[in-house]
């Protein structure tokens, strides 16, 4: 499935993606996400991988109940991790730089929406 | 470097130079400096084993990482799994008779070998080592041990070290290192050099001295003397604050240099 088939809005309208470009603006010194389009356009294709919306994608790797505090889903977590290193690895490049940044573009997202991730060098 | 200025070097470092190897002296150096620590009863609460990561396999590796310190632990080429002996108090009336002769314990404190004999072992010692695992005697043991945990990260960055204290998953390395059953993991000191400057950023926020540490009584805050401030600064042990103006860049180079996520 193609991400524009799952998305009801352009990819920046999402909360999470919003969540996402301030984290790197204002924790990682990036000047202006939205001007580097590799970006969404990565989520866009990781989002079709998953048949999730951005929202989606955080929201699985979370433990909602109502009335209670929102945790971190071990569980979800986990396999968010696996499908995120099967994204990486999808990319059939010789190049371990490029299939590095696949992966690690999904993680900054996750992890600018809290999903702690820590997957180690990648290179 | 002058001792005003390690303390104020020290920082937890969290990017290492995973390729280098740290020299055996070095590490010598700072288990010398743990061992030289203050320890209550002369009693050696702290217990190490220093592993090199080369030494342990993958999966090992892996299942030892906790969320927060997993890229520290795979960074760091020198791991020191520290630990609590909760039988450290054992021997400690031998230990106490050796203060007394060596001078250290004297009369004129009102120590004498009999007075260690017939009070200090048998009415405080000897009940805290037969119940060793009680909540006092393990939090006065973790002081004992953070102090020479403490000594011996500050000897590590006088060698030109880096050192962060991290979490462990202590099941795993168990298997590799063997600690006896009553040891108490603690944490894991990694060493390495740092991969970031030394300055890691600039030095980390903390509250004011009022605001932790009190004159009289509680509420009290001690107050800083400008001039002493001044002397601090110039001694290098009071260095700039984190944020130093190129840290975010400095992040990303060494995000792009480790392949690690921005």
């Known amino acids: 499935m193609t991400p524009i088939a799952i998305l009801k809005k352009p990819l920046e309208d999402y909360e999470s993606v919003q969540n996402w470009f301030k984290g790197l603006k204002e924790q990682s010194g990036v000047e202006e996400p939205a001007n580097e389009p590799w970006r969404l356009a990565l989520l866009g294709e990781f989002c079709g991988y998953l048949n999730l919306d951005p929202d989606g994608v955080v929201k699985a790797c979370l433990l909602i109940k109502e009335g209670r505090q929102t945790k971190i889903s071990v569980k979800g977590r986990r396999k968010m991790v696996e499908a995120v290193a099967e994204f990486q690895a999808r990319r059939d490049t010789s190049d371990s730089r490029e299939r590095a940044r696949r992966g690690n573009t999904i993680r900054s997202f996750l992890i600018h929406n809290g999903i702690l991730l820590q997957s180690g060098m990648q290179v | ?262």
């Not at chain 2, 090199?52 to 299942?63: C, K, V």
């Open chain 2, 1 to 262: 470097m002058e001792f005003k200025e390690v303390v104020g070097r020290r920082r937890s470092i969290r990017y290492f130079q995973s390729w280098r190897r740290v020299e055996r002296e070095k590490i010598q150096t700072m288990l010398e400096a743990a061992r030289l620590a203050s320890c209550a009863v002369n009693a050696t609460f702290l217990k190490a084993i220093v592993v090199e990561r080369s030494q342990l396999d993958r999966q090992t590796l892996d299942a030892l990482k906790t969320p927060v310190s997993a890229l520290n632990i795979e960074l760091a080429p020198v791991h020191i799994y520290t630990y609590i002996d909760t039988q450290a108090f054992v021997g400690a009336q031998g230990r106490l008779r050796t203060l007394v002769d060596v001078g250290a314990l004297n009369a004129t404190h009102g120590w004498s070998h009999k007075f260690v004999d017939e009070f200090v072992w048998p009415n405080i010692l000897k009940p805290l080592a037969d119940n060793a695992t009680q909540a006092q005697t393990v939090a006065a043991a973790a002081s004992d041990a953070g102090n020479a945990i403490c000594q011996a990260m500050l000897a590590g960055v006088d060698e030109g070290l880096g050192v962060c204290l991290s979490a462990f998953v202590p099941d795993p390395i168990k298997k590799v290192v063997n600690p006896p059953d009553h040891w108490l993991p603690l944490w894991v000191l990694l060493v390495g050099y740092p991969a970031e400057s030394w300055e890691g950023g600039g030095q980390r926020p903390r509250p004011p001295l009022d605001e932790q540490f009190f004159e009289g009584k509680y509420g009290n805050g001690f107050k800083a003397d400008p001039a002493v401030t001044e002397r601090l600064k110039a001694a290098k042990m009071i260095q700039a604050p984190a944020p130093l103006p190129w840290r975010k860049q400095e992040i990303q180079a060494l995000a792009r240099m480790f392949g690690l996520p921005e």
